[in-house]
Structures are given as C-alpha cells and as structure tokens.
C-alpha cells in the first residue's frame, strides 16, 4: 500500500486530520488498532471549544452536533456554599461552548471516511515507523492475521497516549515534561436529566467534583478520589451521597441521582513532547500531549493540532513549499502549553491537596473569590475556557 500522509490512529485526531486532507485533495490512509464499535464506544471528552466546533462545521461533519449539541454560555464555579456564574459571551464578546460526546464526534467522522472518504483500516495495528528521517518513511502493520507496510510520503502519529509513533523519535532528539497531579476523577455516566443547565466545577470540603452531561436525559459527574482507589470500594449511592455532599449550596439546589450506566477511573498528568517533528514524522493529539481533564482541553487541542496540520499539508500540496510543515512543532507547542497551563492552574485550584495543606485551601480560596468578585479575572478564565485563537 502506499499513500502521501500515513495516519496513525482513528481517533479524533486521526479521523479529522483525514477528513481535513482528503477535502483539500491531499491523498491518505487511516490505520485503526481497533474494532469500530471500540473506537465508537470509547467514553471520553464532552466539551467542545467554538473553534473545535467551528471545524467540524466547516469539513461538514456537524450535522447532528447541530442538532443535538448543547450550547453553555457559561459555567458555574461552586466554593464555600455559594454559587458563581461565568458568563462566557459577556466576557469574551460572544464566545460559548457546546456539549457534545466525543463517542458522537468519532462516530459521525466514521460514516463521512467510510462514504466518501479515503481508506480507513479498523482492526490495523501499527508496529512501527520506519526511516522517518528520509523521503520514503514507512508504517509497518499487522492487518487481517498479516504483516503489511504502508509506503508513505509523511506519517502523522495520532496513535493517542499509548502508541507507537512517539517510539520513533530518537532518544536523543526528544525531550519530555510530565507533571502527575496525587488525585483521580472517578468518573460516572447516569440515566437522569442534568441538575444544571451549565457545567458546575465544585471545590467540596471532601475535595473536586464536576457535573457534566451528554443530553437533557444523562448526566456525567466527576469525583475526586485518591489514586490508588478501587472502583468496588464506591457502591452508587455511596458516589451520589459524595457527588451531593461536594455540590452542596445554601441556596435551594438538589441533586438528582438516577441510574448509573458506566463507572470509570481517570489518572490526572500533564505530559508534553518536545519537538512534535522528527523528519517526515509528525505528531498530533494525545500522541503528542496529554493535558489533565480538568477544563476539557485534551479533545480541543488534538483538533486544533491538526487543524494546524492540515494547513501545512495543504500549503505543501499547493505550493510545494514546507514552510509550514517546519513550523508546525513550534507554532502547536506554544499553544500545547497554554492550554497545559490552563489546565493545570483549573487543576490546582479546585483540588484539594491530599495532605490538607490550610495555607494551599486558603490559596485556592483566594483564587476562585478573585474570579467571582474581579470581571477581569473571569475574562481570563473564560478567554481560556472558551479557547485561544488558532493563530495566537
Ligand atoms: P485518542 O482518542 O486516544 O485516539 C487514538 C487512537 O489511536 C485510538 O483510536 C487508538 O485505538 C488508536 N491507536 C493507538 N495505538 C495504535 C496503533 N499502534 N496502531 C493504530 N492505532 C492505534 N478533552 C476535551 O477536550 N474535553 C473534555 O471534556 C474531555 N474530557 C475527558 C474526560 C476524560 C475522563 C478523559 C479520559 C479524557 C477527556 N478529554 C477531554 C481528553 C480527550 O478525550 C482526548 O484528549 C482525546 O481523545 C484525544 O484524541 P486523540 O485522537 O489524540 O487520541
Ligand atoms: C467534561 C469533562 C471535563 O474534563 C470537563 O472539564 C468538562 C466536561 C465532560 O466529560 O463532559
């Protein structure tokens, strides 16, 4: 098999980056490890940035988010039993989010590749990527019980946090920052209609928790736990009774509980690659960094990656030029870290410390009373939160 840009990984990253190239009438192909129920089904990211949305839009590929997404205006900050409302198009002239599943994002990018799109290959692992550094780089492949090679011009590792593109940076050129933050998110899904209209991030006396949601009939709620906890140590009603203890107001506010459908574990690090490029290989999403989850950064940033990617390779097809191919690492890397900032300082501000250090919870308390009580303040959270222009 042979194609111009090789992507590694079906994932948001890989599938718009395909979606991107194939409408610019730059030639690829898609290798997928998994089924496509997996990748359908993985339940991950929820909140989508304007210009995530935007993107999809402008590939086609928003016709349901049209439709069933939800647009927030704002989210709402809960500390010390009150409430604090941001009002994100009042802050940033205009700006909102919208709540969508990540598994509807993959699964509405799946239909477009398979009607009308280049190959995409489920059940195509990659073991490796070969001669990165000359013209001819490889992916080497075990698809259907046999061993293959994809001949390409570029590879592009959208391979997520466990892949194998990264492996084919030599050690020498690579440098890597990871922060692991001493807490969890035990995560669940429930049958039951969201206590909110927008998403609150709570700092509990017990510690951090998050009310999401996929629809006006499911909720998705977050929990701080330690990292080491064993999911059958929390029964439902022990997650609900912590989830109302965290959320807990003065004002007149319940929290409805319902059927829980999925219970997950999320570790919380930060972890950044450094160059994103080796040669003709080039990395995208997860592969290249993952941002912990507190303000929903990771899926924004794998599309604004190759967004960005997309461009270049498109700007190589038209001109011949590589100007923006070599810049991509530089330019995407100057916003991975906005973003890991972001997500870090929202992390550390909404955690409670494990070893219950007062002078820190005074901190955080200073903090998010500065956001509630400053509008300059919530702007810069809301600037953030709604995301930084591409070209910033
Ligand atoms: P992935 O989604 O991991 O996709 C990588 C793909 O590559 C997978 O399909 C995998 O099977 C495939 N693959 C791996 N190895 C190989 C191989 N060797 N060969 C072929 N294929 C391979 N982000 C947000 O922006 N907003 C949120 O609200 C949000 N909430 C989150 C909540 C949780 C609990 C978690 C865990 C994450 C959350 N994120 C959020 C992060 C977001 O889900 C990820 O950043 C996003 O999935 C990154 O997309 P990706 O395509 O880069 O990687
Ligand atoms: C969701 C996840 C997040 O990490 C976040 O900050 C907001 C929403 C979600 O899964 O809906």
């Given at each position: 098999m042979r194609t111009t840009v090789g992507i590694i990984g079906g994932g948001p990253a890989g599938l718009l980056l395909a979606r991107l190239l194939h409408?610019?009438?730059?030639?690829?192909?898609?290798?997928?490890?998994?089924?496509?129920?997996?990748?359908?089904?993985r339940q991950r990211a929820g909140m989508l940035e304007q210009g995530t949305v935007d993107a999809l839009r402008a590939c086609g590929a928003a016709g349901r988010l049209d439709a069933e997404g939800l647009v927030h205006?704002?989210?709402?900050?809960r500390f010390d039993r009150e409430r604090h409302h941001i009002d994100f198009p009042a802050l940033t002239g205009g700006r909102t989010v919208t709540i969508y599943a990540?598994?509807?994002?993959?699964?509405?990018?799946?239909?477009?590749?398979?009607?009308?799109?280049?190959?995409?290959?489920?059940?195509?692992?990659?073991?490796?990527?070969?001669?990165?550094?000359?013209?001819?780089?490889?992916?080497?492949?075990?698809h259907e019980g046999r061993e293959r090679t994809l001949d390409c011009d570029w590879v592009v590792g959208c391979d997520g946090s466990h892949g194998v593109a990264r492996d084919a940076f030599p050690a020498g050129a690579v440098r890597t920052y990871t922060h692991d933050h001493p807490y969890s998110w035990?995560?669940?899904?429930?049958?039951?209609?969201?206590?909110?209209?927008?998403l609150i991030y709570a700092r509990g006396e017990g510690g951090f928790a998050l009310h999401s949601m996929r629809s006006p009939t499911v909720s998705r709620l977050y929990l701080q736990v330690p990292p080491d906890?064993?999911?059958?140590?929390?029964?439902?009603?022990?997650?609900?009774?912590?989830?109302?203890?965290?959320?807990?107001?003065?004002?007149?506010?319940?929290?409805?509980?319902?059927p829980v459908t999925a219970k997950s574990l999320t570790s919380m690090r930060g972890h950044v690659h450094e160059p994103l490029r080796h040669g003709?290989?080039?990395?995208?999403?997860?592969?290249?960094?993952?941002?912990p989850p507190t303000g929903a950064k990771g899926l924004n940033l794998a599309v604004s990656d190759v967004r960005l990617l997309a461009r270049a390779f498109l700007a190589l097809h038209r001109t011949?030029?590589?100007?923006?191919?070599?810049?991509?690492s530089r330019e995407c890397l100057a916003r991975v870290w906005q973003a890991t900032r972001f997500s870090h300082e929202m992390t550390r501000m909404l955690h409670t410390h494990p070893d219950g250090d007062p002078f820190e919870d005074?901190?955080?308390?200073?903090?998010?009373?500065?956001?509630?009580?400053?509008?300059?303040?919530?702007?810069?959270?809301?600037?953030?939160?709604t995301g930084l222009p591409l070209e910033r």
């Open positions: 409408r610019a009438g730059v030639d690829c192909v898609v290798l997928e490890a998994r089924t496509r129920a997996y990748a359908e089904h205006g704002g989210i709402e900050l990540q598994t509807e994002i993959v699964k509405d990018l799946i239909a477009l590749q398979l009607a009308d799109g280049p190959p995409l290959l489920f059940e195509a692992e990659a073991l490796a990527v070969e001669a990165p550094e000359t013209s001819a780089p490889r992916v080497r492949f075990r035990l995560g669940i899904m429930a049958d039951v209609a969201p206590s909110c209209d927008e906890t064993d999911l059958g140590d929390w029964p439902d009603d022990r997650i609900w009774d912590e989830l109302a203890a965290r959320f807990a107001v003065d004002a007149d506010w319940t929290l409805e509980r319902g003709r290989l080039l990395l995208a999403g997860d592969a290249a960094h993952i941002v011949g030029s590589e100007e923006l191919l070599d810049r991509y005074r901190l955080q308390l200073a903090r998010l009373r500065r956001i509630a009580s400053s509008r300059d303040a919530a702007a810069e959270l809301a600037a953030n939160y």
